[in-house]
């Protein structure tokens, strides 16, 4: 896989840089600061995911990776080789970046067929029509849309439509591509399967992908490293497993809905939840403003026999079990699976142990 992926771009030497590296880089459009200071690496052959609320910046980002935005300052280094440096002014377009993106929207052109859409970026490559020809059918071939080489966007459904594009992204066999919430158009089951594959085609094809989300599940079955990003910046970058397991923040934790983040107050016997029972650090803590308790750490209890106490707000059925939102001591909220109905209004008690807690 290394060899093919260092043939594929030249660049046997730079690959422990990774092939996306991004210092330093900060945005600002009209008034806001969209981004501020972002560092991330991207590994050859490997999935990283922004993932983050609307507005937090991502497809910016992408934008700026893909040479469609100039950053105000840091650098962007694709495969070894300064792309953009806002300090210097120095500026490499889209087109001479050797990478390929599929948008939210597909951008397919309406008045071509399937067949000129994908083959489009061979024809600005000039490769000559019969290669073409293979190139496309491969491609095409990949995403089960052979059968239809001579549509028309227009009379393809979404899926089929978001898969030409990602066949378009392909066909040239670009080592990088970058992904702007290709899904975010389509129901829910078609995102499965298609999530699906996409991961057959990224680990088939061996790209190295930047895949922009604000899709939890998708990011997570997709990505081999998360950057969870919030107001332009990355909170946290991690393998999915470890942001479950140990969020850098608050804030990581509560856009994950891990559990309940509340806060905490120091006391003469040590830490409290604010009107709630003592709790203990694994590690002495010299400051702490806010605990984390993880929703698969908690076990419910009949009231007043564990160490909180809940009142049920609404349950969601979710096949396995019931999703309880619960209210906590001092107006918190917390999300939790349960086995059986609650009415609203029930009241539960809620165990946990403190091992499992995290301070921040
Ligand atoms: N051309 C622009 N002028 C001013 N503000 C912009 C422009 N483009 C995006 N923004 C703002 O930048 C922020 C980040 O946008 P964006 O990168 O699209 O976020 P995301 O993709 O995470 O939803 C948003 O608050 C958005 O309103
Ligand atoms: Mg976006």
Redesign the pocket.
């Known amino acids: 896989m290394k060899d093919v992926e260092a043939e594929r771009s030249g660049q046997a030497a730079a690959s422990d840089d990774g092939i996306v590296r991004l210092s330093g880089i900060s945005m600002r459009?009209?008034?806001?600061q969209?981004l501020s200071d972002i560092d991330l690496t991207l590994q050859r052959g490997r999935v990283t995911a922004l993932l983050?609320?609307?507005?937090?910046?991502?497809?910016?980002?992408l934008r700026i990776v893909a040479g469609l935005l100039e950053p105000d300052a840091g650098q962007v280094l694709l495969r070894g080789r300064t792309v953009a440096d806002g300090a210097k002014g120095h500026f490499v377009p889209p087109e001479d970046r050797a990478l390929a993106m599929v948008f939210q929207d597909y951008a397919l052109w309406p008045h071509m067929t399937v067949a000129a859409n994908v083959g489009f970026p061979l024809e600005m490559q000039r490769q000559p029509a019969a290669r073409r020809a293979a190139m496309v059918g491969e491609a095409l071939d990949r995403v089960g849309l052979s059968a239809f080489a001579d549509r028309r966007p227009a009379d393809l459904s979404g899926g089929q439509q978001q898969r030409v594009a990602i066949a378009r992204a392909v066909v040239s066999k670009p080592d990088l591509v970058l992904f702007d919430e290709p899904l975010s158009n389509l129901d829910r089951e078609l995102r499965e399967t298609m999530v699906d594959e996409i991961a057959g085609l990224v680990s088939d094809l061996g790209l190295s992908a930047l895949y922009?989300t604000?899709d939890q599940a998708e990011a997570f079955s997709l990505a081999d490293e998360v950057a969870v990003?919030r107001q332009?910046r990355i909170e946290q970058l991690a393998p999915p497993e470890e942001l479950l397991a140990a969020p850098a923040t608050p804030h990581v934790a509560e856009f994950l809905r891990i559990g309940a983040v509340l806060p905490v107050m120091p006391g003469p016997d040590g830490w409290h939840l604010s009107g709630g029972p003592r709790l203990v650090p694994t590690t002495a803590l010299a400051h702490a403003s806010q605990v984390l308790i993880p929703a698969r750490a908690v076990r419910v209890t009949p009231p007043g026999a564990g160490r909180l106490d809940a009142c049920v707000i609404r349950t969601l059925f979710r096949g396995d079990a019931h999703l309880a939102t619960l209210d906590l001591p001092g107006g918190h909220r917390m999300q939790l699976p349960i086995p059986n109905r609650l009415p609203p209004g029930a009241r539960i008690g809620l165990d946990f142990d403190d091992v499992a807690l995290r301070w921040f």
């Open positions: 459009l009209g008034a806001s969209v983050g609320p609307s507005g937090c910046g991502k497809t910016t980002l922009v604000h990003m332009g």
